[in-house]
């Protein structure tokens, strides 16, 4: 039998709906405990449905962009169970609209939310990952990205965006992770 402080932690953000709400009750079945992270009321639903199966959550509700929410989230489930073994970037917003017809604070608001706010997230996960000498961060791009439609500059933009992150903290994790096999810290 697993041992609790073995249990896994995960946190999944604009998990209130959709496939992040998919992501957080799928974890909680398989017996990892989730932080459902969204901006409203949705949030204390899907934490409340995983407890009636017997799963452990709770809700955060916060924007995925909120700097100071957001690793006070992070630090909550820390608090609460000791380590984070996931991160799934999941919150997104999408925005259709001509780019000619396109205000600028939309288009902002499309990389906010898509990109910055994974980075946000990322950077309140990272140190905790580090010293636990592992952990993993999904990312959630879009075929839109690659395979741009008309009427989503915002969002291809900031989902290729999110590529770049990927590779580059993919790239930082496995020196970190080659370092803390030898038991060198080369931290960067
Ligand atoms: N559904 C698709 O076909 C599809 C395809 C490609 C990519 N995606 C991506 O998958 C992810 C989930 O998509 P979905 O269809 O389940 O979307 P959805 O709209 O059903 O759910 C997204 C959730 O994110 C939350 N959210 C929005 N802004 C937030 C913020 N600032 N902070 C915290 N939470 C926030 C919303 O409240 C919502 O609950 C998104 O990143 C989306 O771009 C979806």
Redesign the pocket.
């Known amino acids: 039998m697993q041992a609790e402080s073995d249990r896994r932690v995960a946190i999944v953000?604009?998990?209130?709906?959709?496939?992040?709400?998919a992501y957080a009750i799928a974890l909680a079945r398989r017996g990892v405990r989730v932080v459902v992270?969204?901006?409203?009321s949705?949030a204390e639903a899907v934490a409340e449905e995983i407890g009636r199966f017997g799963g452990e959550a709770f809700a955060a509700r916060?924007?995925?962009?909120d700097e100071q929410a957001v690793p006070a989230m992070v630090a909550d489930a820390i608090g609460r169970w000791g380590r984070i073994d996931v991160l799934i970037n999941?919150?997104?917003?999408?925005r259709s609209r001509g780019f000619a017809r396109t205000e600028l604070a939309d288009f902002k608001a499309l990389v906010d939310?898509?990109l910055i706010?994974a980075a946000v997230c990322s950077h309140a996960v990272w140190e905790q990952m580090r010293a636990q000498g592992h952990g993993r961060i999904l990312m959630?791009?879009?075929?839109?990205a690659l395979y741009p439609t008309p009427g989503a500059a915002g969002?291809a933009a900031a989902?290729l965006g999110l590529v770049g992150l990927m590779n580059s903290l993919s790239a930082e994790g496995a020196k970190l992770s080659a370092v803390s096999t030898n038991g060198t810290d080369l931290r960067l």
């Open positions: 953000t604009g998990a209130g709906n959709g496939l992040g709400k992270n969204d901006l409203g949705e916060c924007s995925v962009t999941n919150a997104g917003i999408l939310v898509n706010g959630t791009t879009s075929e839109g969002y989902k």
